[in-house]
């Protein structure tokens, strides 16, 4: 049943991916209309989340802001497909790194780097930065996908230009192999997922709510004393997006327990303020905000 209900998509994934980006966003906008007008997918949450961190905004403010999340989300999830087939040369036009010197400047360090990004404007094609002259492997941890032929089908996708995809299941053990081996490598990891309540150890302010967060990415750049750096990502305009490099530490190792989560939870804040339509307002980010914080909990000031 997974080949089946692949090989019908994967040609329409295809088809799409080729289209000329006049008509390939007239198809976002068709998705669009479908998702938000028809389906509603995640309406609910949405406005949720949006209520729960804006309550001093408007219920049109809100509104505003969830249609133009939707409209930027099918833009984001088409641009995953538009990586199948887009050139070198279009990416790096379409998604610029503005300080590729930062990471140049790192990995005369040998030593590894953690990139910490958030679920915010475009994740997906941060994969452009293989093309700016890195002499070391970048890896991005994702969650495997139940069905495996589209699980290969986003790391075909993801790991185009000479990246590499690891699995969460595997980071900790691939990363400690890589280190073992004096193996340098660039690790990007979306940080602001939220974890299951029972397992959730650590909380903090994420938009002035306590939410439980995860440490994981400061947790192996301190173990293995990585230069960290957050990936600040903005949308110009549809279809192109500028990124820089923030440096957080050149010595995880040397900062003070949970400042570096911290910081990266501040960056990502920053941005969200700013223009809040750009964040992936359907995961249930604060799903346990409402719930009281465990005894053994540790509060990241």
């Known amino acids: 049943m997974h080949a089946l209900v692949f090989w019908l998509i994967y040609p329409l994934l295809w088809i799409i991916s080729i289209l000329p980006f006049k008509l390939f966003y007239a198809v976002s906008d068709a998705v669009f209309f479908l998702v938000y007008h028809i389906i509603g997918y995640r309406k609910k949450v949405v406005a949720e989340n949006l209520k729960l961190v804006f309550p001093e905004k408007t219920e049109e403010e809100r509104f505003r802001i969830r249609k133009k999340f939707y409209s930027h989300m099918c833009d984001m999830f088409l641009e995953m ?4 087939t887009i050139s070198e040369k279009e990416l790096k036009k379409r998604f610029k790194f503005t300080n590729p010197e930062e990471i140049l400047r790192l ?8 990139m910490m990004c958030g679920h915010y404007a475009s994740y997906e094609w941060m994969i452009a930065l293989q093309l700016y002259g890195l002499k070391i492997t970048a890896y991005g941890i994702y969650k495997r996908i139940t069905n495996p032929y589209f699980d290969k089908l986003v790391r075909d996708i993801r790991g185009r230009f000479h990246g590499e995809l690891i699995p969460t299941s595997k980071a900790t053990m691939t990363i400690t192999k890589h280190e073992s ?5 660039i690790y990007a990891m979306v940080a602001d997922q939220s974890p299951k309540l029972l ?18 990415s400061e947790k192996l750049a301190r173990e293995f004393d990585m230069a960290v750096v957050y990936l600040n990502v903005e949308k110009v305009s549809r279809g192109h997006y500028v990124a820089n490099l923030i440096n957080i530490t050149d010595s995880a190792a040397q900062e003070p327990a949970h400042q ?11 941005q969200i303020r ?24 540790k509060i990241i000031d």
């Open 81 to 84: 497909i538009k990586t199948l």
């Open 107 to 114: 990995q005369d360090k040998e030593k590894s780097i953690m």
């Open 181 to 185: 081996e004096n193996k340098r490598a």
């Open 199 to 216: 397992k959730s150890k650590y909380w903090a302010d994420f938009m002035n709510i306590k939410a439980p967060v995860f440490i994981g």
């Open 260 to 270: 570096i989560t911290r910081t990266y939870l501040d960056l990502l804040e920053k």
């Open 274 to 297: 700013k223009k809040p339509e750009y964040y992936l307002w359907t995961h249930k980010r604060w799903k346990h905000s409402h719930n009281p914080i465990p005894e053994n909990s």
